[in-house]
């Protein structure tokens, strides 16, 4: 089955994670936002379609075959029995899913911390919150997500490796993507916290160094890092 | 089995999800927080014993047997086809999660009106910040998810009163409880909205009037909402 991706075509975003699950899989997929033929507008009469019978509240989502499925971490939920990235058991399943609504939560935090007010203005409108809510994040949520999935690690009975089981998984995938992010957007901030994190560090390297996501990861495919993602580096809200 | 719901005794939270689905379903659950001889000691060293294999980031988190899930959308996932509170078909499992984590993103804007700045501050130290938070959510992302939801409804192709398929599931649950919280944290926003999305009203009288619902609303049960919880009524912040 080919599967279509619907995602902003100009950033990584929470696509991001849908993507690096597809490239470290092989799967069959096409990037629809990015396709010179279909491209936004394609995305965009999919969602103001008022026919279409399950519509998403907001992209990503993903169309495999007659379904559409919306909310990054459903699709990965959907996707990774599929693509041979989580454990069959139902137990490991669940406790996947729940690591990765918990970055989920993350990435909100992430976001706000440059958008506090509002997603409909400019950065540069909300900068004195932003100084505000990027502080609290990089002294206090910044190291409490750390310092919890690095426990994650350390408390796996399969080995301190990947998250979920002695095995890779779309979870290890999503973090290696939070610590590369976190490293363009908060590069002091991570500086100072990565000593404490070994298993967290190792895990970004062993990602990266995947045969498939190397590959990808220098590829044109891989957007780069830029200021109107998720992940945004402005030094002010760096301490 | 006899499922034990840990969560913050003193309110509704996000562990009200879940004892909506616990108690429209009439399962045996106890509250493990609320329990005199177990209460928060409980959970909280069960949150702190570094031997829990899959610990969970925050409460709430539900044991079942020998398993421990977290994340309340997680936990529905899981609790939801036991209960009878969702559809056996795949993709509207599927569906019915997309819309609960889609509930889920409303809640954080939620609490995020009356905390845009961080958790571990007082309402009054970002009241500045609150006002302005509160007022782009009132004018913009209220709308856009009482729209959104009122949609599904009226495009469910098993009819308009629930708005997974033609039976009640806990999605429904969970929109009855952002309705309710609405009316009690914005009270006069909500009032100028509701005309618009009658099918949303219509489920919300619908869920409340529901059998083991209706008892469980009017028992001690239900806790009140107050202003410590996510929804919270600051006449400030409703325009």
């Given at each position: 089955?080919?599967?279509?991706?619907?995602?902003?075509?100009?950033?990584?975003?929470?696509?991001?994670?849908?993507?690096?699950?597809?490239?470290?899989?092989?799967?069959?997929?096409?990037?629809?936002?990015?396709?010179?033929?279909?491209?936004m507008p394609a995305m965009m009469r999919f969602l103001e379609?008022?026919?279409?019978?399950?519509?998403?509240?907001?992209?990503?989502?993903?169309?495999?075959?007659?379904?559409?499925?919306?909310?990054?971490?459903?699709i990965l939920l959907y996707l990774a029995p599929r693509l041979g990235l989580v454990?069959?058991?139902?137990?490991?399943?669940?406790?996947?899913?729940?690591?990765?609504?918990?970055?989920?939560d993350w990435v909100?935090?992430?976001h706000d911390a440059h958008h506090p007010i509002s997603g409909g203005?400019?950065?540069?409108?909300?900068?004195r919150e932003a100084k505000r809510r990027a502080e609290d994040f990089r002294e206090e949520r910044l190291p409490k997500f750390l310092d919890y999935f690095e426990q994650i690690l350390k408390g796996n009975p399969k080995g301190t490796d990947y998250l979920v089981s002695k095995a890779v998984s779309?979870?290890?995938?999503?973090?290696?993507?939070?610590?590369?992010?976190?490293?363009?957007?908060?590069?002091?901030?991570?500086?100072?916290?990565?000593?404490?994190?070994?298993?967290?560090?190792a895990l970004h390297d062993q990602v990266s160094a995947r045969r498939r996501l190397a590959a990808y990861l220098s590829s044109p495919r891989r957007l780069p890092f830029n200021q109107q993602d998720l992940f945004?580096?402005?030094?002010?809200?760096d301490g």
């Open positions: 089955m080919r599967y279509e991706l619907y995602y902003w075509p100009e950033i990584q975003g929470r696509g991001e994670f849908i993507r690096l699950a597809l490239e470290d899989a092989g799967a069959d997929y096409v990037d629809v936002g990015r396709l010179p033929k279909r491209g379609n008022p026919s279409t019978e399950h519509p998403p509240f907001a992209p990503p989502f993903l169309k495999a075959g007659n379904l559409v499925i919306a909310q990054t971490a459903n454990p069959k058991n139902e137990a490991l399943r669940l406790w996947a899913h729940q690591l990765q609504l918990t970055i989920a909100v935090e992430v203005l400019y950065y540069e409108e909300q900068k779309y979870v290890d995938l999503s973090m290696f993507q939070m610590i590369a992010g976190l490293r363009y957007a908060f590069p002091r901030a991570l500086a100072k916290l990565e000593s404490k994190h070994p298993r967290l560090v945004r580096n402005y030094p002010e809200l």
